[in-house]
Nanobody
């Protein structure tokens, strides 16, 4: 499974972006998929994850209702809608897929894609 994140860019604080994650080579429709981010000088952190059929979602504590993860299995895509963006949301955002159908933080993700830069100006 090869993953590609897109949709990043420069946005002002309070604005919105929608990130998209697509797979190639093999569908990830039966895998849990998540978003992670890494800011310069900081460790990578968990943003959100969604189960194979969308019945379970989870978010990092910092999200506070601002982000929504969703997936379209027909289009083989996972999205991250980000609203009310803050300068501290600036980071490279990565999508990743697990081997299983539900995200397990202990097991982590197996497939990783190249990230997309999100920059939020104040």
């Amino acid at each position: 499974v090869q993953l590609q994140a897109s949709g990043g860019g420069l946005v002002q604080a309070g604005g919105s972006l929608r990130l998209s994650c697509a797979s190639s080579g093999r569908t990830f429709s039966n895998n849990a998929v998540g978003w992670f981010r890494q800011a310069p000088g900081k460790e990578r952190e968990f943003v959100a994850a969604i189960s194979w059929n969308g019945d379970q979602t989870s978010y990092g504590d910092f999200v506070e209702g601002r982000f929504t993860i969703s997936r379209d299995r027909n289009k083989n895509r996972v999205y991250l809608q980000m609203n009310s963006l803050k300068p501290e949301d600036t980071a490279v955002y990565y999508c990743a897929a697990s081997l299983g159908s539900y995200y397990n933080s202990d097991r982590g993700m197996y497939y990783w894609g190249k990230g997309t830069q999100v920059t939020v100006s104040s």
